[in-house]
């Protein structure tokens, strides 16, 4: 059976586009990003079609290309675009699919909706937390938010250098399983994400079926 990976972080910038770049390649699985507001010359797409090598993977067209690099409701509102929850439709495919939210669970669609109303109750959620002063606060509000939906929280991504105190007190007092963390490295491309694919298959091997 096929599953979609919904992969949300606890800011912006906190790593979800190679962290999805290493699922997708991990699982073989398809990408789509729902909404892209900027960087139309060079999206997240781009950015994880470059770094995926296996010949597996399908590359969906988001729903929404908006110009600025704003929330997405302030984009919307900017290109005279309605946004909303309904108007994005998933893609079809046969295979597994890795979804990137934009920037955090509560980033904004529309006055009434956030990136949280994209997910889809069947979804595997993993969150991708990145260290810095307010980390835990901002991690442990995002599974709590998932939580009091009733959605699955598949895991949490560790993005940057360790913080060992910082995770086991997230490990803790989230419940969540660790899938593992991606490092500081001088840079990305399709060889380091293969060797990182290799780590997390294997973690998804041991959790898939728990």
């Known amino acids: 059976m096929n599953t979609t990976y919904f992969i949300t972080g606890i800011s912006t910038e906190v790593g979800k586009t190679v962290a999805s770049a290493i699922l997708t390649e991990a699982l073989q699985a398809d990408y789509w990003k729902p909404v892209q507001a900027g960087e139309l010359d060079n999206t997240d797409t781009n950015k ?45 495919t046969e295979n597994n699919l890795i979804v990137e939210g934009a920037g955090g669970l509560l ?37 709590e938010q998932l939580k009091q939906r009733n959605f699955d929280v598949f895991g949490i991504i560790f993005s940057g250098d360790e913080h060992p105190s910082s995770e086991s007190i997230i490990a803790k007092m989230s419940g969540v399983k660790i899938l593992g963390r ?21 973690k998804f091997s041991k959790t898939k079926d728990k």
């Open 48 to 92: 994880v079609q470059r770094l995926v090598s296996n010949s597996k993977t399908v590359f969906h067209e988001s729903a929404f290309n908006l110009t600025a690099p704003m929330s997405p409701h302030a984009a919307a509102e900017i290109d005279g675009v309605s946004l909303s929850a309904k108007k994005i439709k998933r893609p079809k």
């Open 182 to 202: 991606i490092s500081e490295e001088p840079y990305f491309d399709e060889n380091v994400i293969r060797e990182y694919a290799e780590l997390f298959r294997s």
């Open 107 to 143: 980033v904004p669609l529309n006055a009434s909706e956030t990136i949280m109303d994209l997910i889809h109750p069947a979804d595997r959620v993993i969150v991708v937390s990145r260290h810095y002063l307010g980390s835990i606060n901002h991690t442990l509000l995002t599974v």
